[in-house]
């Protein structure tokens, strides 16, 4: 029962920590990953609240330094989808029916337990798991997933508060209910805030989640539900488990409950999620919400009157910071033929100071790719480039995976700009760059957006602020999220909220107040308080 209107202010946004030399934050990073590496994790399912083993594991090693064993998760199947749907679908009405305040102050203790007590280890099992360096792990699997949770408890409490007009006589309320049915979540290894954001927006709104996390990410998303678990979430409302993507869907997307998914991750999967949605869609009890966030291949333009330095340094981080893996990272670069030279000698000499290696040693920025499957493919488009006509390397090229899934990020030159590279998303350190005559900046922007069918991020170089209106106008449907004059990666919540369209998803945007609504089933509730008593209206009597 709720005795009061409740106040969730906008917050600000968490502080990026720096781990400079001597910082206390750095000594206990440094702490938190020597103890992780010493110690073999057992990773269990959490279903209904209860650690679920299966004793079919599969171990899990730093991308970075494979021969080494972080620990192994339990391996589930198609009776543990069927278990997490059972489980969540119990704690649905229990939970849908606690007060708001009550649900709310879940998610910002868990907020606060991360900022703090478990900073070091969100950041350290991301680091070791996925590969990322000390400064990407904290503005992703510390300060974003903070910023996630906090700010979508102010964003819910705006929508609660919004209620229609009442006439007369009457009093007219809306209820902001959960879906009926259970959410699916699935994420992907890049980011441990998207693994924490898509099961939590959907469960902070009332609805009970399934969720399936990449086996790249496990290391890292286990630590956060074991996090939601000392906060407070109750058994049943978030259901982690670890099974494949065709036993997942099966089950899933077969069932009446099946409310809505929220996804993170290829536009090949998302559209054949969709595609099996919508063949059973008579089977389901209401129309299913489908919120996906998919690929992209992120763009820069530079302007003939951009500076040099500021192109080569937002291409230096924006395709590279952590090893392109990002899904707004800039993949293509469009360069006037009046700064291609100076651009490229600061390209080449910047990926030269470049060092690579193991995410322990913190004067590395570049780290590993996520698996071997993810080297042989980006290895596979830098061999072709190299026996290409149609392409030149301009630094990097080579590649080791004795040791770790090292690839050096490396700038390619296409002759052609519709070369393979130029169009399609390879999601690793490697950018394609084209030079264009520079009075043909106009014509360019056209190639801009009809070049690739993804539609996520991009960006703008110029000092010339007509350019820059043109670019604006001309690329209005080629990037969800368009930066002017900085690299196209780097969205933060509250500020840039994130998505885009065509190839690259629903652009719901996470981490605004849209991306929640996507999660709610409002109802209008009229009470009529005079109620009439006679069917007839005043227009039918003639005296």
Request: with cysteine.
């Given at each position: 029962m ?5 106040s ?6 968490e502080?990026?920590l720096?781990y400079?030399p001597g ?21 269990p ?25 972080l ?35 879940i ?8 900022a ?8 350290g099992?991301t ?10 792990a904290?503005?992703?699997a ?5 910023d ?8 819910l ?8 007009i009442s006439?007369?006589?009457?009093h007219?309320r809306?209820?902001?209910r ?11 290894f ?32 286990q630590m ?7 906060a ?6 978030i ?5 494949d ?8 997307f ?20 969709w ?6 869609m ?10 996906g966030?998919?690929g992209?291949?992120?763009?820069v333009?530079?302007?003939?009157s ?5 192109v080569?340094?937002a291409?230096l ?9 990002k899904c707004?990272?800039?993949?293509r670069a469009y360069i ?6 100076e ?11 470049f060092?690579?290696?193991t995410?322990?040693?913190?004067t ?5 790719v ?13 061999d ?18 004795s ?19 130029m ?5 690793g350190p ?7 005559p520079e ?7 056209e ?13 703008i170089?110029?000092?010339?602020r007509?350019?820059i209106?043109?670019a ?19 969205a ?19 981490g605004s ?5 996507r ?12 109620p009439p ?11």
């Amino acid at each position: 029962m709720s005795l009061g209107t409740f106040s969730y202010p906008l917050p600000a946004n968490e502080p990026v920590l720096n781990y400079g030399p001597g910082s206390a934050e750095k000594k206990r990073l440094k702490e938190v990953l020597a103890l992780l590496k010493k110690e073999k994790a057992d990773i269990p399912m959490y279903i209904g609240g209860k650690e679920v083993r299966t004793n079919k594991t599969q171990s899990i090693h730093p991308p970075h330094e494979i021969k080494h064993t972080l620990g192994h998760f339990h391996i589930g199947t198609e009776k543990h989808v069927q278990q997490a749907i059972d489980a969540a679908l119990a704690a649905k009405d229990s939970w849908a029916a606690m007060s708001w305040e009550d649900r709310a102050g879940i998610f910002l203790k868990a907020a606060d337990l991360i900022a703090t007590k478990y900073r070091p280890y969100m950041n350290g099992t991301t680091m070791l798991g996925q590969s990322k360096n000390a400064y990407q792990a904290e503005i992703d699997a510390a300060c974003e997933i903070v910023d996630f949770l906090r700010f979508n408890v102010h964003y819910l409490s705006e929508i609660y508060k919004q209620q229609p007009i009442s006439g007369p006589g009457m009093h007219n309320r809306l209820e902001f209910r959960p879906l009926e049915g259970f959410v699916l979540a699935v994420t992907p290894f890049n980011f441990t805030a998207i693994g924490g954001n898509l099961p939590t927006s959907a469960a902070m709104c009332g609805n009970t989640v399934v969720w399936k996390p990449a086996n790249t990410q496990v290391y890292s998303a286990q630590m956060f539900m074991r996090i939601l678990q000392e906060a407070g979430l109750p058994d049943g409302v978030i259901n982690l488990i670890y099974v494949d993507g065709p036993t997942l869907g099966k089950i899933c997307f077969a069932h009446r409950d099946f409310t809505g998914v929220h996804f993170t991750g290829s536009t090949g999967v998302f559209n054949n999620m969709w595609e099996t949605i919508g063949k059973n869609m008579g089977n389901y009890k209401t129309y299913p919400r489908i919120v996906g966030e998919t690929g992209g291949k992120d763009f820069v333009v530079a302007h003939p009157s951009a500076k040099a330095d500021v192109v080569a340094t937002a291409l230096l981080r924006g395709a590279f910071e952590f090893q392109g893996q990002k899904c707004s990272a800039a993949s293509r670069a469009y360069i006037p033929s009046n700064l291609a030279e100076e651009v490229k000698k600061k390209l080449v000499a910047g990926i030269k100071s470049f060092k690579m290696g193991t995410v322990e040693d913190f004067t590395n920025f570049i780290n590993a790719v996520i698996d071997e499957k993810s080297f042989d493919k980006i290895a596979a488009y830098i061999d072709n480039a190299k026996k290409d006509k149609k392409a030149e390397i301009w630094a990097g090229g080579k590649y080791d995976k004795s040791k770790g899934y090292f690839i050096q990020p490396t700038v390619i030159e296409a002759k052609d700009p519709k070369y393979v590279t130029m169009c399609e998303e390879i999601f690793g350190p490697v950018l394609t760059v084209y030079v264009y005559p520079e009075k043909k900046f106009e014509e360019v922007l056209e190639l801009v957006d009809t070049t690739s069918p993804y539609a996520l991020t991009g960006s703008i170089i110029s000092t010339d602020r007509n350019a820059i209106a043109l670019a604006t106008d001309k690329l209005r449907n080629a990037a969800g999220n368009f930066y002017v004059n900085d690299k196209p990666t780097g969205a933060v919540v509250g500020q840039q909220p994130f998505g885009g369209a065509r190839a690259s998803g629903t652009n719901d945007k996470a981490g605004s107040i849209l991306n929640l609504y996507r999660w709610l089933s409002p109802r209008t509730i009229k009470e009529t308080f005079n109620p009439p008593t006679d069917y007839a209206y005043p227009f039918m009597q003639e005296k």
